[in-house]
């Protein structure tokens, strides 16, 4: 069974810092990324990476967000200069069947992301 498990949130003023980490299999897959759930908002792509090891990143967080893979198993976020407007909740995601669209710049056909976290809160406060 495929698990998930998001760590690193919680709360932090206006133009902090929080590093997101999401522990996962060491299987290879096609795209695994960062998504974020405001109230009353729908799920956004923020940054993922693909089979090839390209990185894609959200327009709205580019030059803040920075996606790395620390480790086989460890895919962190780094969110610096954080703003109220990036509060939410984070989930990691992998799709392991090429289907979902590993691109900030595409649709990401959220839906085909078959594995997901529970996520973890982040909380910014101006």
């Known amino acids: 069974q495929v698990q998930l498990m998001e760590s690193g949130g919680g709360s932090v003023q206006a133009g902090g810092s929080l590093r997101l980490s999401c522990a996962h299999p060491r299987d290879r897959y096609y795209c695994m990324g960062w998504f974020r759930q405001a109230p009353g908002k729908e799920r956004e792509g923020v940054a993922a990476?693909?089979?090839?090891?390209?990185i894609s990143i959200a327009d709205s967080v580019k030059g803040r967000f920075i996606l790395s893979e620390d480790s086989e198993s460890i895919l962190s976020l780094q969110m610096n200069s954080l703003k109220p407007e990036d509060t939410a909740k984070y989930y990691c995601?992998?799709?392991?069947?090429?289907?979902?669209?590993?691109?900030?710049?595409?649709?990401?056909?959220?839906?085909?992301?078959?594995?997901w976290g529970r996520g973890t809160q982040v909380t910014v406060s101006s």
């Open positions: 990476i693909n089979i090839d090891g390209r």
């Open positions: 995601a992998l799709d392991y069947t090429g289907l979902a669209t590993c691109s900030a710049q595409e649709p990401w056909h959220i839906p085909r992301f078959g594995y």
